[in-house]
């Protein structure tokens, strides 16, 4: 499995559930030292750096996660926190939700 933002919070919690199920875990994120503090409390996790909005970086993944880890069939693409947001307050409203 691979789960994109999964170094924290909702996609972390969902990695150490699935690996503690015997599942083997890819986690990827944009911060190293993030990715590395979750492997270090479930070592049993695969971690890479990916900035997913990037399609460079996105293919970077693809490319190591196929080729790597040949059995990979489920992608969780980024678990997180939905927020309410009223986009009508402008600009910095709209960034508090991101």
């Not at 199920?21 to 979750?38: F, M, Q, Y």
């Amino acid at each position: 499995m691979l789960i994109t933002g999964g170094a924290t919070g909702i996609g972390f919690a969902l990695a150490r559930a699935l690996v503690n199920l015997d599942n083997e875990v890819i986690i990827c994120g944009r911060r190293h030292e993030l990715l590395r503090k979750a492997r270090s409390e479930v070592p049993a996790l695969h971690i890479k750096v990916c900035d997913v909005s990037r399609g460079g970086s996105r293919a970077a993944l693809v490319g190591w996660a196929t080729e790597r880890f040949k059995s990979l069939n489920i992608l969780i693409n980024k678990p997180g926190v939905q927020c309410v947001v009223d986009f009508t307050k402008g600009p910095r409203e709209a960034r508090r939700g991101v």
